[in-house]
């Protein structure tokens, strides 16, 4: 009985495949969160006075493209536009001497990704890619007299960027799915060092991120 089952189950995967085959295209809307740790603030002359950026909101759009591939394993373009969120914890006592509570970061990087397991319907897939980033770095133009009183205040900067990771997709028939991710964003160029500030500014912010996909 039991290896009939198997049998039962392994020809209805398989009568499902075409049903499930990937289309050419796949546009994905995600949100979620930071889950990694943002940078560290620390004013000279008042030990212990730190605080840290927690994570907000991450999230983005992400389209997709078959170039080559077939069952099992496939290669697509890969053109991501995914953003970030950091905020000034709320009990901070520098909530007052602060412009901004929060600052937003984008990035565009295209590249590829490679996904397994086509045309079943619990796909993982991994990517990569490079290229433009809008990072939320200090102003140390806004800081007048002595810190932590001074006014801090976050401006855009332009960089390159780059995002990694990789999730898994749960398709829905041939149109439609659900992913869960792990993404990586990495920015060029760090926050300049200001006097009477320690900062400590990681160049790479993970977030995590769940949505729904449309395959066409």
Known sequence: MRINTVLLLCGGMLAAAPLLSAQSNELALQIGGVVS???????????GNVFKEDGGLAGGVAFNHRLLGGDGLS?????PFFFFQDQLPSESRFDQSTVDTDSYSGFITPGLQVRFLEP?????????????????RVNPTTLGGSLPTSRLELENKGTWG??????????????????GEIRGLTSGGRDRVIP???????STRWAATAGFLIRF
């Open 162 to 179: 780059a995002s990694m990771g990789g999730g898994v997709d749960v398709v829905l028939g041939r149109h439609f799915g659900v992913r």
């Open 75 to 79: 290669l697509h373009l890969h053109v």
């Open 37 to 47: 740790e943002g940078r560290r603030f620390e004013f000279s002359g008042l030990p």
């Open 120 to 136: 079943f319907f619990l796909q993982p897939y991994i990517f990569g890619g490079v290229g433009y980033a809008r990072i939320a």
């Open 196 to 202: 009477g500030l320690t900062l400590d500014d990681p």
